[in-house]
């Protein structure tokens, strides 16, 4: 029977304890997944007193939900940014990404990871020779960017495909495990980590920031937010960025499993690699994504994922389901480097998947940045390059408009006898005594009600029936059926509602009307009229880009 866990949780390791009280260090990271934890551990390495901070456990989150690919081959990239932005930023992007291949084989050797790293090739393939245009683009893109690539028709795989463009030497890994020999060696180091620990703001004052948390806080002379997306948001980031769901099984076959990283052009995208801890005949398979928030986030997303397996391949189990998340950028690489409008703040988001290589490469970045070292690429991946304020403006409204629309239309006019009608797993959002409550009712029967206002910017939740969770369109904060937070931004919970006659606590419901006062008022204190938005590096823009699922 296939377990509802990541592929790559572990249930061993070391396990550190929650912050309590206040403490003070030189660098303060917020978020321990690939970026943070590789970034604690190099400025650690330099000389820095840091502490680390996670909501939940080391690697528990996007990392521990990727398919532990290190590839400097994100599906066909290279053509687009050169297209887009110029040579020099595809470069970037290629010498970074494969910088960090070497980076992550080089710490894994010394902390002795035990992360079963191993050499594979990366094959992007084409069915039916559609794209053979596209591959070929990207080849020759990918030559004069001296990336290790070659088109191919021999891929390995047990289905005829019309062409495919190979990146010879890469990897593939177990990230958790990686990162958790990194936080070892981190603590060995001096280090200090605190789990089960969500950062709730994140406050700069003249020559220093402090980190709140709900039990205690951090004063560092900097501090990096490598959430995904970060909880404090003064670029403007969420406005740019896209959140995105994707699905993973792993199987055990009773044939020859994948033996190469592969990833297809067209739809449906399925991504695979071997799974070694499968046994001989383990194989991990990741695909089905879509907008965070959408309606169609069912577990029918797993079963096509086993559809597509059992098409192509004899299938013995199926082990693990899971789902992950991450965020595109609006002009498709990540943004790495100080926040802008701020001093000592430094941030990491929008990988679009690819956080393994893009995190390690950010966290190379981001200490040289703290420890006032160049860096080759940080002005190509500079966090200031954040697009005109107007565009930004607008983009925001129209999400939050949009996820207005949506509630408004769907709250539904159940009376209370009507609500205790709901059938066990059933989730909705109706008016409660005059006031919109997301509700689900749980396999005993029982209701759980909280406010569908979601606490970073007010859009409105909506029902994830395959991870009985309460998502957010607009930028992609996750909530619990009891409204704790389960992905940022948001660092609240939602508000409880009371069921007349349910246990449920009552707490102040926030208005959906209020939204757009809420977004004004970001807007005015981010964007003040005489302060310039930040720089916009040459042919960069912050225009809205919506890049397919990969
Ligand atoms: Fe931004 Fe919900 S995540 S409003």
Redesign the pocket.
């Known amino acids: 029977m296939s377990q509802r866990r990541s592929v790559w949780s572990i249930d061993d390791g070391p396990a550190w304890p929650a912050l309590s009280g206040s403490e003070r260090c030189d660098v303060v990271v917020v978020g321990g997944g690939i970026t943070g934890i590789t970034a604690a551990l190099l400025l650690q390495r330099r000389g820095r007193a840091v502490i680390l901070l996670e909501a939940r456990e080391v690697a528990a989150g996007t990392t521990g939900g990727t398919t532990g690919k290190l590839t400097s081959q994100h599906g066909l990239i290279y053509h687009d940014l050169a297209e887009r932005h110029g040579w020099e930023v595809a470069q970037a992007y290629a010498d970074a990404n494969q910088g960090a291949l070497r980076i992550v084989e080089s710490l894994d050797n010394e902390t002795g990871a035990a992360s079963e790293l191993t050499r594979a090739s990366a094959i992007v393939y084409d069915i039916d020779g559609s794209n053979s245009d596209r591959l070929q683009a990207e080849y020759e893109a990918a030559i004069r960017l001296g990336l290790p690539a070659r088109l191919t028709g021999d891929t390995g795989l047990p289905f005829e495909v019309a062409q495919a463009l190979e990146f010879t030497d890469q990897a593939h890994f177990h990230p958790v495990r990686y990162c958790r020999a990194l936080a070892t060696e981190f603590q060995n180091s001096g280090g200090r980590i605190f789990e089960n620990t969500r950062a709730t703001d994140v406050e700069e004052s003249t020559g220093q920031v402090q980190v709140g948390t709900e039990h205690g806080s951090v004063t560092a002379q900097d501090a990096i937010v490598a959430t995904l997306l970060p909880i404090v948001d003064r670029g403007g980031f ?1 406005a740019k960025t896209k959140p995105w769901r994707a699905y993973g099984v792993a199987a055990r076959l009773t044939g020859p499993p994948p033996t190469e990283m592969y990833i297809s052009v067209s739809q449906p995208i399925r991504s695979l690699r071997p799974w070694p801890a499968g046994g001989r005949n383990g194989a991990i398979i990741v695909g089905e994504s879509h907008p965070t928030g959408d309606d169609s986030a069912t577990p029918g997303r797993w079963g096509e994922l086993e559809r597509w397996v059992n098409e192509n391949f004899e299938v013995d189990s199926f082990d693990y389901r899971w789902s992950a998340q991450d965020y595109d950028t609006a002009d498709g690489f990540p943004y790495i480097g100080r926040s802008p409008f701020s001093e000592r703040t430094f941030v990491a988001t929008g990988f679009a998947k690819w956080g393994l290589t893009n995190g390690t490469a950010a966290a190379v970045m981001l200490t040289d940045e703290i420890l006032g070292e160049d860096n080759p690429h940080a002005e190509v991946f500079s966090a200031g390059r954040i697009g005109d304020a107007k565009t930004v403006t607008e983009l925001i409204k129209t999400n939050t408009a949009t996820a207005v629309e949506w509630v408004r239309d769907r709250v539904g006019r159940l009376s209370l006898p009507e609500l205790a009608d709901l059938e066990r797993g059933q989730a909705v959002i109706v008016s409660v005594e005059g006031q919109a409550a997301a509700v689900y009712c749980d396999a005993s029967g029982r209701c759980h009600a909280v406010s569908p206002t ?1 606490t ?4 409105s939740v909506r029902w994830n029936d395959a991870e009985n969770s309460w998502d ?1 369109p ?4 996750r909530f619990g059926i009891d409204g704790r937070v389960l992905n940022g ?2 660092t609240a919970a939602l508000a409880r509602v009371e069921i007349p006659g349910s246990a449920s606590r009552e707490e102040s419901l926030e208005p959906v009307e209020e939204t757009d006062a809420l977004v004004d008022e970001w807007i005015d204190n981010s964007f003040p009229a005489s302060d310039p938005p930040g720089e916009v590096p040459p042919g960069m823009s912050g225009d809205s880009s919506d890049r397919p699922p990969r």
């Open positions: 969420f979601c970073h910017l007010g859009c957010c607009c930028h992609g904060s931004p948001a």
